[in-house]
């Protein structure tokens, strides 16, 4: 079971890796990082920082559901390897989002988010199998 634990601690730090493009953006916005009033510049990023807060957001919003997949998987004695397989994909998934976020590709995000979201409901089903 080491492979979803990995994928588990990879998500959780994914949340810190989508916030370095916000900052990068937050620091080229014009007035530099306002780390007194960081949310209120966020408002005001356009284009790149905008959509980088975005994808940060959305691995904020996306990693309970997951954590909460993955964990009932393994307290329900899951251990078969669609767990590490469903993990893995929710990881990729997840780094995929957020790049087809930065570059503007929305179709792919829309894609790769179903997959991460798909993946998070799998783990939370796979007990009823």
């Known amino acids: 079971m080491t492979l ?3 994928c588990l601690i990879l998500s959780a730090f994914m949340i810190l890796v989508t916030k370095a493009p916000v900052a990068l953006a937050q620091s080229k916005e ?3 990082y306002d780390n007194r009033n960081p949310r209120l510049q966020q408002t005001r ?3 790149f920082g905008a959509r980088a807060l975005a994808a940060h957001q959305n691995m904020i919003e996306a990693f309970p559901l997951f954590a909460a997949g993955l964990l009932l998987a393994l307290v329900a004695g899951e251990q078969g ?3 590490g397989i469903l993990s893995v994909a929710f990881v990729v998934a997840r780094v995929a989002y957020s790049i087809c976020y930065w570059v503007d590709i929305h179709m792919l995000r829309s894609l790769s988010w179903g997959v991460g979201f798909g993946a ?3 783990l939370m089903a796979l007990p009823l199998f």
Request: net charge positive; glycine share 20%.
């Open 120 to 122: 998070s409901i799998a």
């Open 45 to 47: 990023l356009t284009g």
């Open 4 to 6: 979803p634990i990995i």
């Open 30 to 32: 014009g007035r530099g």
């Open 81 to 83: 390897m669609w767990v």
